[in-house]
């Protein structure tokens, strides 16, 4: 089962936490810097997998984690998950949002808190893995957003708000 | 008019801000997020955080916010929430705007729900409706998101008002709606085991589903399922191995496969499946040699995911009855993980090693080198899992090469949680291997200096018992001791204030019960070490504590030392301390006090601690009859001091039925404080014995709810989360690395490897294998622990494990009894009036089962491809119209004519022949009567009827075979159903074989539901009776019902309509409550409790078996919500 997936980015500031199982909001905060402490001072060429630190639970779990560009991708899975299975996961989740937002960046993530959380719905359900196949999840995620786009005209594109913001910090995560 | 145009003018304002105001919110969130992103300190996001949640609090609550408005405002709040920040007030908007919204904003009010509230969150009850509601939508959107949110956070007690929607769901036509029903049924499994048993069927019929994603999902439960309980799905491993044959053929849509690899999820999935099954089990084992090895075959591109099957598979293969074959491939794929230049590889390499090692450790000696590397490696994990590996390959001979190992590493690690894991198993392996005593001391003092007081508190525990109690020979022990004085001496003169609090416990225990064994140091030395950790400011008030008590067992003649100390401590600010000092000075001035106090050298075992204090009764009795106050403990006392300075606030709390008038006495205690008083003082005991013998004594009586709701019972709660006492540091990786080892020159690196290959994997030779194969052939451990009187933590393992192996043998001998033949059948045809056949019904029954077996088989294989098209029978319920004239129960025999009965039913019918069924009530049994007409006008011949029921018994069945069924007559046959463990509603199958001419069989298939409704029967017991058993059972379970207000008494309607429905019988009825009992049939009892509770009925139901209320509630609710 998965407990917990969480995005944060290379200041460790979170952009996405998703919690399976019950922790009180300080420890959630805490997992998310005990969890950024230990990913983020791992070299880029070692191995992509971590026994879990104190707090999300002993010898039973384990983080495994992808680093792109700007942001941390980290899973934090019990010992019934295949390791290079979750690892794949992630890609496909990355690959997915990508297909979404369109050459995917940190911003995106941050804007649209909410339809990132409705694709992984998509993907995983109560910590289990529901749908590993991308068409099908963005197939999913694209009937949600023809119903938004119906429903309001007003929405300013938000790429250009976003790229003016800071042109610098737009960086495509993923280079498919 | 003008009055119109005024209004008009005066709305205006207001219309034009809510369409600017939609605009502006929409800005908000990318004004707050780039104001964020601007912030340099952490104070000044605080502050902005502050601000922006204080403007949301104003929005939320200003009546003019749209609803999209509203969702807007929900994100912000989600983003304050992620970072950290309460955003508490917005909770209960989130639930509105779930309830409310249209479609969108029901989105954003689930997620805001799924993020912010957990499953025990109150609030969340006020979901409930909004949920059942979506449940039924025609929007598929809206049933999606509502059975996302029911998987996702739901609270357990409410789990039986959606359970039949989202069962539902499982035949619904559209796919995503199927797989998500599955999942939110397995969240239900998992959370609530008994309110979904009988549910199993229908997860067969999803893993048989035409949809791969469906069958996909399933194998989440079926996983699970197998986890805990292989023996029972044996049968479906022919299924799993078909449906992994056709994934890895390609069979699947090509939309399912991840960069050519069909599927490769479903293919880990379905080979964690079968290791499961194939475990120590070779019969099954050898039904999927053939896919497994396919499976290796297949696996050979090199994408990342292939090897994620292949190391499914090796795994799979090292659990499952061993093939040679196999293995040696298997084998290979290892090598080829640990030898992968790819990181990622080499460590699920070493993990299946680590794995491998305990079934054949000579796998781990051909890949010494690469392991030896690996210790080396600059990855810390690949260290960890390499020394993790090396733990299973200890023995005798390479303990102190290994142990050192991982002392030097752990030397070198800052995570606090690795230390902690590591240093046990260090811990472990001294104990195990220790070749002599220095060594073992020495690396125990490495440990408790390493581990500190992160150390798990058995570490120190298990040490000292193994000092204390000794093995065998007393003069090992003591050669064992001395040198753990001499060593502690030593550490004791050295530097002390870095030393962990754990390590000085440990060492002034030891000093303080074994000094006197070394004769060469001199006492006085001894004491002043010891007093000296005293003065120190870092020692902790507990390690003091620990001090103390050496120091009084220490001295003998020492007085002048010891007075001194103990005129120091008597100012001492810490009470314990002063308190401990009095006693030394008092011992140590009374030679003959301080021999029988602190005997030396008494057996360990003999020690009694009398832990009610009996010696002191007449002490306690004197005081009283002195007039003293009598005992009170302090919850009393606090509850006392409230009652006289206020008034008392809480809530009565929940009285028991029987002792309405007199049980007050003890009621006024808050609900919560009693729970505390789990042993009650023997004050209570006494006011309790006042009031009478019919007062209901609550010792005992588990309270679930309390003053602030529900009280966790404390095997439900999880262990408390630590809280890190500083964050982590680890310093860096390189650092590490070096500190490990130093760097030998490069020449002779490559020897200093061989030369520690070989002392490492000592010992693993082909030689000596054979006799180290396993840890159980390994040479005794050198210290043998004495067994403990009281172990409870393994007996209550064992005692679950028996259960549960009687549980499986139950279940194994219903199936077996269900696959075979009825034993009943002869007996009871031998009395009945046909003349029957009794061989070629046996052979028929056979054949029967043999066919629903097979059918089973058929359903899960043909999931795939195949367009076979399963013809089922149609159910036939209660609710279907008696079609049938009522005249047939005078048909019933006459001994069975003054049970109890229900309505005919018709249960089906072809030209021929039409079966009806009917239930009678009898005490021990359910008596289903099933009445066969002949419609036709000739004579019907060979008319045998088969049923079949999986989660039932039967106990005895009369007329189910008859030669001749005369042309419009009727006859009857009858089955006796016993219910041992309860199901909501359990169905029966069956079919009725007949001949119309002669050597041309028909059949005729039929089916219907039992409920458990219509196992239960009333307890006919008195109120006194009632209120003993009430206390002598647990397993509570409270839920509010519906209350029926339509008449004048809601109490008596509500409980009539129970009984009428349910056979309850109601025990009594005492103002606004009521209490009923009843049974499953002459089995378990369940007591149900009453209380009118506003416009609801509080019920509160007790019984032996835990999984019985639940179902009676059930049938409680459906019972009402009918009426």
Same mark, same amino acid.
């Given at each position: %089962?998965?407990?917990?997936?969480?995005?944060?980015?290379?200041?460790?500031?979170?952009?996405?936490?998703?919690?399976y199982?019950?922790?009180?909001?300080?420890?959630?905060?805490?997992?998310?810097?005990?969890?950024?402490?230990?990913?983020?001072?791992?070299?880029?060429?070692? #191995?992509?997998?971590?026994?879990?630190?104190l707090?999300?639970?002993?010898?039973?779990?384990?983080?495994?984690y992808?680093h792109?560009?700007?942001?941390?991708?980290?899973? #934090?899975?019990d010992?019934?998950?295949?390791?290079?299975?979750?690892l794949?996961?992630?890609?496909?989740?990355?690959?997915?949002?990508?297909? #979404?937002?369109?050459n995917?960046?940190?911003?995106?993530?941050?804007?649209?808190?909410?339809?990132v959380?409705?694709?992984?719905?998509?993907m995983?359900?109560?910590?289990?893995?529901?749908?590993?196949? %991308?068409?099908e999840?963005?197939?999913?995620?694209e009937?949600?957003?023809? %119903?938004?786009k119906?429903?309001?005209e007003?929405?300013?594109?938000v790429?250009?708000?976003a790229?003016?913001?800071?042109r610098?910090?737009?960086? #495509?995560?993923?280079?498919v | 008019?003008?009055?119109?145009?005024?209004?008009?003018?005066?709305?205006?304002?207001?219309?034009?801000?809510?369409?600017?105001g939609?605009?502006?919110?929409?800005? $908000?969130?990318?004004?707050?997020?780039?104001?964020i992103?601007?912030?340099?300190?952490?104070?000044?996001?605080?502050?902005?955080?502050?601000?922006?949640?204080?403007?949301?609090?104003?929005?939320?609550?200003?009546?003019?916010?749209?609803?999209?408005?509203?969702?807007?405002i929900?994100?912000?709040?989600?983003y304050?929430?992620m970072?950290g920040?309460?955003?508490?007030?917005?909770?209960?908007?989130?639930i509105k705007?779930?309830?409310? +919204?249209?479609?969108?904003?029901?989105?954003?009010?689930?997620?805001?729900?799924?993020?912010?509230?957990?499953?025990?969150?109150?609030l969340?009850?006020?979901?409930?409706?909004?949920?059942?509601?979506?449940?039924?939508?025609?929007?598929?959107?809206?049933?999606?998101?509502?059975?996302?949110?029911?998987?996702?956070?739901?609270?357990?007690?409410?789990?039986?008002?959606?359970?039949?929607?989202v069962?539902?769901?499982?035949? /619904?036509?559209?796919?995503?709606?199927?797989?998500?029903?599955v999942?939110?049924?397995?969240?239900?499994?998992?959370?609530?085991?008994n309110?979904v048993?009988?549910?199993?069927?229908?997860?067969?019929?999803?893993?048989?589903?035409?949809?791969?994603?469906?069958?996909?999902s399933s194998?989440?439960?079926?996983?699970?399922?197998?986890?805990?309980?292989?023996?029972?799905?044996?049968?479906?491993?022919?299924?799993?191995v078909?449906?992994?044959?056709?994934?890895?053929?390609g069979?699947?849509?090509?939309?399912?496969?991840?960069h050519?690899?069909?599927?490769?999820?479903?293919?880990?999935?379905?080979? $964690?499946?079968?290791s499961?099954?194939?475990?120590?089990d070779?019969? !099954?084992?050898?039904?999927m040699?053939?896919?497994?090895?396919?499976?290796?075959r297949?696996?050979?591109?090199?994408?990342?995911?292939?090897?994620?099957i292949?190391?499914e598979?090796?795994?799979a293969?090292?659990?499952?009855?061993?093939?040679?074959?196999?293995?040696?491939?298997?084998?290979?794929?290892i090598?080829n993980?640990?030898? *992968?230049?790819?990181?990622?590889?080499?460590?699920?390499?070493?993990?299946?090693l680590?794995?491998?090692?305990?079934?054949?450790a000579?796998?781990?000696?051909?890949?010494?080198?690469?392991?030896?590397?690996?210790?080396?490696?600059?990855?810390?994990?690949?260290?960890?899992?390499?020394?993790?590996?090396?733990?299973?390959?200890?023995?005798?001979?390479?303990?102190?090469?290994?142990?050192?190992?991982?002392?030097?590493?752990l030397?070198?690690?800052?995570?606090?949680?690795?230390?902690?894991?590591?240093?046990?198993?260090?811990?472990?392996?001294?104990e195990?291997?220790?070749?002599?005593? @220095?060594?073992?001391i020495q690396?125990?003092?490495?440990?408790? *200096?390493?581990?500190?007081?992160?150390?798990?508190?058995d570490?120190?525990?298990?040490?000292?018992r193994?000092?204390?109690?000794?093995?065998?020979?007393?003069?090992?022990?003591?050669?064992?001791?001395?040198?753990?004085?001499?060593s502690y001496?030593t550490?004791l003169? +050295? /530097?002390?204030?870095?030393?962990?609090?754990?390590?000085?416990?440990?060492?002034s225990?030891?000093?303080?019960?074994?000094?006197h064994?070394?004769e060469?140091?001199?006492?006085?030395?001894?004491?002043?070490l010891l007093?000296?950790?005293?003065?120190?400011?870092?020692v902790?008030?507990e390690?003091?504590?620990?001090i103390?008590?050496?120091? !009084?067992?220490?001295?003998? +003649?020492?007085?002048? =030392?010891?007075?001194?100390l103990?005129?120091?401590?008597s100012?001492?600010?810490?009470?314990?301390?002063?308190q401990?000092?009095?006693?030394?000075? /008092?011992?140590?001035?009374d030679?003959?006090?301080?021999?029988?106090?602190?005997?030396?050298?008494?057996?360990?075992?003999?020690?009694?601690?009398d832990?009610s204090?009996?010696?002191?009764?007449?002490?306690?009795?004197?005081?009283?009859?002195?007039?003293?106050?009598?005992?009170?403990?302090?919850?009393?006392?606090?509850?006392?001091?409230?009652?006289?300075?206020?008034l008392?606030l809480?809530?009565?709390?929940?009285s028991? &039925?029987?002792?309405?008038?007199?049980?007050s006495i003890?009621?006024?205690?808050? &609900?919560?404080?009693l729970?505390?008083?789990s042993?009650?003082?023997?004050?209570?005991?006494?006011?309790?014995?006042?009031?009478?013998?019919?007062?209901?004594?609550?010792?005992?009586?588990?309270?679930v709810? +309390?003053?602030?709701?529900?009280? &966790?019972?404390?095997?439900?709660?999880?262990?408390?989360?630590?809280?890190?006492?500083?964050?982590?540091?680890?310093?860096?990786?390189?650092?590490?690395?070096?500190?490990?080892?130093?760097?030998?020159?490069?020449? !002779?690196?490559?020897?200093?490897?061989?030369?520690?290959?070989? *002392?490492?994997?000592?010992?693993?030779?082909?030689g000596?294998?054979?006799?180290?194969?396993?840890?159980?052939?390994?040479? &005794?451990?050198?210290?043998?622990?004495?067994?403990?009187?009281?172990?409870?933590s @393994?007996s209550?393992?064992t005692?679950?494990?028996?259960?549960?192996?009687?549980?499986?043998?139950?279940?194994?001998t219903?199936?077996?009894?269900?696959?075979?033949?009825?034993?009943?059948?002869?007996?009871?045809?031998?009395i009945?009036?046909?003349d029957?056949?009794p061989?070629?019904?046996?052979?028929?029954?056979?054949?029967?089962?043999?066919d629903?077996?097979?059918?089973?088989?058929?359903?899960?294989?043909?999931? =795939?491809?195949?367009?076979?098209?399963?013809?089922r029978?149609?159910?036939?319920?209660?609710?279907?119209?008696?079609?049938?004239?009522?005249?047939?129960?005078?048909?019933?025999?006459?001994d069975?004519?003054? =049970?109890?009965?229900?309505?005919?039913i018709?249960?089906t019918?072809?030209?021929?022949?039409?079966?009806?069924?009917?239930?009678?009530f009898?005490?021990?049994?359910?008596?289903?009567v099933?009445?066969?007409?002949?419609?036709?006008?000739?004579?019907?011949?060979?008319?045998?009827?088969q049923?079949?029921?999986?989660?039932?018994?039967?106990?005895?069945?009369?007329?189910?075979?008859?030669?001749?069924?005369?042309?419009?007559?009727?006859s009857?046959?009858?089955?006796?159903?016993?219910?041992?463990d309860?199901?909501?509603?359990?169905s029966?199958?069956?079919?009725?074989?007949?001949?119309?001419?002669?050597?041309?069989?028909?059949?005729?298939?039929?089916s219907?539901?039992?409920?458990?409704?219509?196992?239960?029967?009333?307890?006919?017991?008195?109120?006194?009776?009632?209120?003993?058993?009430w206390?002598?059972?647990?397993?509570d379970?409270?839920?509010n019902?519906?209350?029926?207000?339509?008449?004048?008494?809601?109490?008596?309607?509500?409980?009539?309509?129970?009984?009428?429905?349910?056979?309850?019988?109601?025990?009594?009825?005492?103002?606004?409550?009521?209490?009923v009992?009843?049974?499953?049939?002459?089995?378990a009892?369940?007591?149900?409790?009453?209380?009118?509770?506003?416009?609801?009925?509080?019920?509160?139901?007790?019984?032996p078996?835990?999984?019985l209320p639940?179902f009676?509630?059930y049938h409680?609710? $459906?019972?009402?919500?009918?009426?």
């Amino acid at each position: %089962m998965i407990k917990a997936i969480l995005i944060f980015n290379n200041h460790g500031k979170p952009r996405l936490s998703k919690f399976y199982e019950h922790y009180t909001e300080d420890t959630e905060q805490q997992i998310i810097r005990e969890t950024f402490h230990l990913v983020s001072k791992r070299d880029e060429n070692i #191995c992509n997998f971590l026994e879990g630190g104190l707090l999300i639970g002993g010898s039973e779990n384990k983080l495994i984690y992808r680093h792109y560009a700007t942001l941390y991708f980290v899973f #934090c899975v019990d010992s019934s998950e295949s390791e290079l299975g979750i690892l794949d996961l992630i890609q496909v989740f990355v690959e997915t949002l990508d297909k #979404c937002f369109e050459n995917v960046c940190e911003l995106d993530l941050i804007f649209h808190m909410d339809k990132v959380h409705n694709i992984l719905a998509e993907m995983v359900m109560g910590g289990m893995v529901l749908e590993t196949n %991308m068409s099908e999840i963005i197939t999913q995620a694209e009937a949600h957003n023809k %119903m938004e786009k119906s429903e309001s005209e007003e929405q300013v594109s938000v790429g250009f708000l976003a790229s003016a913001l800071d042109r610098k910090q737009r960086r #495509c995560i993923v280079s498919v | 008019m003008s009055d119109v145009v005024e209004k008009t003018l005066t709305a205006l304002p207001g219309l034009f801000e809510s369409q600017t105001g939609a605009a502006k919110i929409t800005n $908000r969130l990318r004004q707050l997020i780039k104001s964020i992103t601007e912030l340099t300190s952490k104070h000044e996001e605080e502050n902005l955080i502050k601000r922006e949640l204080s403007a949301i609090k104003e929005q939320v609550s200003s009546p003019n916010t749209t609803m999209k408005q509203m969702r807007e405002i929900m994100v912000r709040a989600m983003y304050c929430e992620m970072l950290g920040y309460d955003a508490s007030f917005t909770y209960i908007h989130a639930i509105k705007l779930a309830q409310q +919204g249209g479609v969108l904003e029901k989105r954003v009010g689930y997620l805001a729900v799924s993020l912010f509230l957990n499953e025990g969150h109150e609030l969340l009850l006020l979901l409930v409706n909004t949920v059942l509601k979506d449940l039924q939508s025609t929007n598929l959107i809206e049933v999606c998101m509502a059975l996302t949110v029911v998987a996702q956070v739901f609270p357990k007690d409410m789990i039986p008002a959606v359970l039949p929607l989202v069962e539902d769901k499982l035949s /619904h036509p559209k796919e995503i709606i199927r797989r998500k029903a599955v999942l939110a049924l397995y969240k239900f499994y998992l959370i609530a085991p008994n309110q979904v048993q009988h549910i199993h069927a229908k997860f067969c019929k999803a893993l048989s589903d035409k949809d791969p994603g469906v069958m996909a999902s399933s194998l989440h439960i079926y996983l699970q399922l197998i986890r805990e309980s292989p023996d029972s799905y044996k049968d479906l491993t022919g299924s799993f191995v078909t449906i992994l044959k056709q994934v890895l053929g390609g069979k699947l849509p090509v939309d399912f496969n991840y960069h050519s690899v069909p599927a490769p999820w479903l293919q880990i999935q379905l080979l $964690r499946i079968l290791s499961l099954l194939g475990k120590e089990d070779q019969s !099954t084992s050898e039904l999927m040699y053939e896919v497994l090895d396919e499976s290796l075959r297949r696996a050979e591109m090199n994408h990342n995911i292939t090897y994620a099957i292949l190391y499914e598979c090796v795994k799979a293969v090292y659990t499952i009855h061993p093939k040679a074959e196999l293995l040696e491939k298997a084998a290979r794929c290892i090598g080829n993980f640990v030898l *992968s230049p790819k990181i990622n590889l080499k460590y699920l390499g070493l993990k299946a090693l680590t794995y491998v090692v305990q079934h054949d450790a000579k796998l781990a000696l051909q890949h010494q080198m690469t392991i030896i590397e690996c210790l080396d490696h600059s990855d810390f994990t690949i260290k960890r899992e390499t020394l993790e590996l090396l733990f299973r390959i200890t023995n005798a001979q390479n303990v102190t090469v290994i142990v050192e190992k991982m002392l030097d590493f752990l030397r070198s690690c800052n995570d606090e949680h690795t230390i902690i894991h590591l240093i046990g198993k260090v811990a472990e392996l001294a104990e195990k291997f220790a070749p002599d005593n @220095s060594w073992f001391i020495q690396t125990m003092n490495d440990v408790f *200096s390493i581990g500190g007081d992160l150390l798990q508190q058995d570490v120190p525990n298990n040490f000292l018992r193994l000092l204390a109690e000794g093995s065998e020979s007393k003069e090992e022990d003591d050669q064992l001791r001395l040198y753990a004085v001499e060593s502690y001496l030593t550490v004791l003169k +050295g /530097h002390t204030s870095h030393l962990p609090q754990c390590f000085l416990q440990v060492m002034s225990w030891v000093l303080g019960e074994y000094a006197h064994l070394q004769e060469s140091v001199d006492r006085r030395e001894v004491i002043r070490l010891l007093t000296q950790l005293l003065d120190q400011r870092s020692v902790s008030s507990e390690t003091r504590v620990w001090i103390l008590s050496a120091l !009084t067992k220490i001295p003998e +003649g020492q007085t002048d =030392l010891i007075l001194d100390l103990a005129e120091s401590l008597s100012s001492s600010q810490d009470t314990v301390l002063r308190q401990q000092a009095q006693e030394l000075r /008092h011992l140590s001035q009374d030679s003959q006090l301080r021999e029988w106090v602190l005997p030396r050298g008494a057996p360990w075992d003999g020690i009694e601690v009398d832990s009610s204090l009996s010696f002191l009764d007449g002490f306690v009795s004197e005081a009283l009859a002195a007039g003293a106050a009598p005992y009170k403990p302090p919850h009393q006392r606090q509850e006392e001091l409230c009652e006289d300075r206020a008034l008392n606030l809480e809530p009565y709390s929940f009285s028991l &039925p029987v002792s309405l008038s007199s049980c007050s006495i003890t009621d006024r205690q808050s &609900p919560t404080l009693l729970s505390v008083s789990s042993g009650l003082s023997g004050n209570s005991a006494e006011l309790s014995q006042k009031a009478g013998s019919s007062t209901l004594i609550l010792e005992g009586v588990k309270r679930v709810w +309390g003053k602030d709701g529900y009280l &966790p019972q404390k095997e439900a709660t999880a262990p408390p989360v630590d809280e890190p006492s500083a964050a982590v540091q680890p310093a860096s990786q390189q650092e590490a690395a070096e500190r490990i080892e130093p760097r030998p020159e490069p020449s !002779t690196q490559n020897q200093d490897k061989q030369q520690l290959a070989s *002392s490492l994997f000592v010992g693993l030779g082909v030689g000596s294998s054979v006799s180290l194969l396993g840890k159980s052939e390994a040479p &005794p451990p050198r210290f043998r622990k004495k067994p403990r009187p009281h172990e409870s933590s @393994s007996s209550s393992g064992t005692s679950k494990r028996s259960s549960d192996s009687s549980s499986h043998s139950s279940r194994n001998t219903t199936d077996s009894f269900l696959y075979g033949s009825f034993p009943e059948e002869e007996p009871a045809t031998s009395i009945s009036t046909f003349d029957h056949t009794p061989k070629s019904t046996t052979a028929n029954g056979l054949s029967q089962n043999k066919d629903t077996k097979e059918d089973r088989h058929a359903n899960t294989s043909q999931i =795939l491809g195949g367009d076979m098209v399963i013809v089922r029978p149609s159910t036939i319920q209660d609710k279907h119209p008696p079609s049938v004239s009522s005249d047939l129960t005078a048909l019933l025999p006459a001994d069975l004519k003054d =049970l109890p009965h229900s309505d005919v039913i018709s249960l089906t019918s072809d030209p021929s022949l039409s079966l009806s069924s009917c239930r009678l009530f009898r005490d021990e049994a359910l008596l289903l009567v099933i009445f066969i007409s002949n419609c036709t006008e000739t004579v019907i011949k060979d008319v045998a009827v088969q049923l079949t029921c999986e989660e039932l018994k039967t106990a005895s069945l009369r007329g189910n075979v008859m030669d001749c069924l005369e042309a419009r007559s009727t006859s009857v046959c009858h089955y006796a159903l016993l219910m041992d463990d309860p199901h909501t509603n359990v169905s029966l199958t069956g079919t009725v074989s007949y001949q119309t001419q002669p050597g041309h069989t028909n059949t005729l298939p039929f089916s219907g539901t039992l409920s458990t409704a219509d196992f239960i029967r009333p307890l006919v017991v008195t109120t006194e009776e009632y209120g003993k058993l009430w206390l002598s059972l647990s397993h509570d379970v409270k839920q509010n019902l519906k209350l029926l207000t339509d008449a004048g008494d809601p109490l008596r309607t509500t409980l009539n309509a129970l009984k009428d429905a349910l056979q309850l019988h109601v025990v009594d009825i005492i103002g606004s409550e009521g209490i009923v009992a009843c049974r499953l049939l002459s089995g378990a009892p369940c007591l149900l409790h009453c209380r009118v509770n506003g416009a609801a009925l509080a019920m509160w139901l007790r019984s032996p078996h835990p999984a019985l209320p639940d179902f009676i509630l059930y049938h409680c609710q $459906r019972a009402l919500a009918h009426h």
